[in-house]
């Protein structure tokens, strides 16, 4: 296996009423523990609030070393400065995007339970490939149940890193942390936290590090 961590990979509630709150949430989150990345991810919102949502967020991630990374529109990333850009198999392709976005930014692409989507991207040169969803989520409405075997295999086959997404909460993470995930992507499992998104991280990092001492063993 080529990787000796996991981490965490935020990505934002669907809807964001409220920015300064979200702003001070996201603070105390990311002040909590160990956190790569956090992915803007507003479904069908207007340019403008998503724009909002990113002048809010961008200095607290880059404050902290976070990378933001815009969900769907590698457009509005380069437009928004974002890091990167996540992309589903009905975005923009993969090849688009890079053209558009150049060598630097990060782009990830979602695979479902799909190794050969996954392979297509990692050879195309995709960042990272997401594989999910792993259990039920309230967030989106997953069109595949991925199994965790998909990441120990991914792990053990390929280079370009995996991201596990769908339903993890921390007490589901550990074993796709031991199936051999390089980051646990992370919606309400954080922020509906019932001790808030501070302790739920937390929480992660430690559910992590006891996953990663098993997957060494």
Not at 61 to 73: F, G, K, Q
Not at 122 to 137: L, M, R, S
Not at 182 to 192: N, P, R, T, Y
Request: glycine share 8%.
């Amino acid at each position: 296996m080529r990787h000796a961590d996991c981490r965490l990979y935020l990505i934002t509630p669907p809807a964001i009423p409220d920015l300064a709150a979200f702003g001070h949430a996201l603070a105390q989150a990311l002040d909590a523990g160990d956190v790569a990345a956090l992915q803007v991810r507003l479904k069908d919102a207007p340019d403008a609030v998503i724009a909002a949502a990113v002048d809010v967020i961008s200095p607290i991630c880059h404050a902290r070393e976070v990378a933001v990374i815009l969900n769907d529109r590698p457009d509005l990333a380069l437009k928004l400065g974002c890091d990167g850009v996540h992309v589903g198999q009905d975005d923009m392709p993969y090849a688009q995007a890079r053209k558009l976005l150049g060598p630097h930014r990060m782009i990830g692409v979602t695979c479902h339970d799909s190794r050969h989507l996954a392979m297509e991207a990692a050879e195309a040169g995709a960042d990272y490939v997401a594989f999910g969803a792993f259990f039920d989520t309230a967030t989106k409405d997953p069109k595949t149940r991925a199994d965790p075997e998909v990441l120990t295999i991914w792990q053990e086959t390929m280079q370009t890193p995996c991201v596990a997404i769908g339903g993890i909460t921390v007490e589901n993470c550990r074993s796709l942390v031991t199936a051999g995930a390089d980051f646990i992507a992370v919606s309400a499992g954080v922020w509906a936290y019932p001790d808030g998104p501070g302790e739920a991280v937390r929480r992660f990092n430690a559910e992590i590090a006891a996953g990663l001492k098993e997957r060494a063993n």
